[in-house]
């Protein structure tokens, strides 16, 4: 497969994966930290950081905006419940294995 076309899929795979999280708002980012060690923050931050790469500035919120969907202050609003007891604990666990 030549570059241009594993970019094009990686590209579009990219998508599908923000569209999906996007659609699944009852997936809580702890959730994701504790079973994948990413979340929606992760993707926007790293959204950042690739377009840093290429000399664009992007700043944090407007990045993460891009992976939300809307800002990010209006999802936690909208969707983020408190983490519970035992997400806090599964999440402090999952960071001793990184």
Same mark, same amino acid.
């Given at each position: 497969?030549?570059?241009?076309? #594993? ?18 708002? @009852?997936?809580?980012? /702890?959730?994701?930290? /504790?079973?994948?060690? *990413? +979340?929606?923050? +992760?993707?926007?931050?790293? *959204?950042?950081?690739? =377009?840093?790469? #290429?000399? /664009? $500035?992007?700043? &944090? @919120?407007? =990045? ?11 999802? &936690? =609003? &909208?969707?983020?419940?408190?983490? $519970?007891?035992?997400? &806090?604990?599964? *999440?402090? =666990?999952?960071? #001793?294995?990184?």
């Amino acid at each position: 497969m030549d570059t241009p076309t #594993k970019e094009a899929l990686e590209a579009a795979v990219f998508r599908r994966l923000v569209s999906h999280l996007q659609k699944r708002t @009852d997936v809580q980012n /702890i959730d994701m930290m /504790i079973t994948a060690g *990413f +979340c929606r923050n +992760c993707l926007g931050d790293w *959204f950042r950081e690739a =377009a840093g790469e #290429k000399g /664009i $500035t992007l700043g &944090k @919120d407007e =990045a993460r905006e891009l992976v939300y969907g809307m800002p990010p202050e209006q999802w &936690k =609003a &909208k969707y983020q419940k408190d983490a $519970t007891p035992e997400q &806090k604990a599964a *999440f402090a =666990a999952s960071q #001793k294995h990184s």
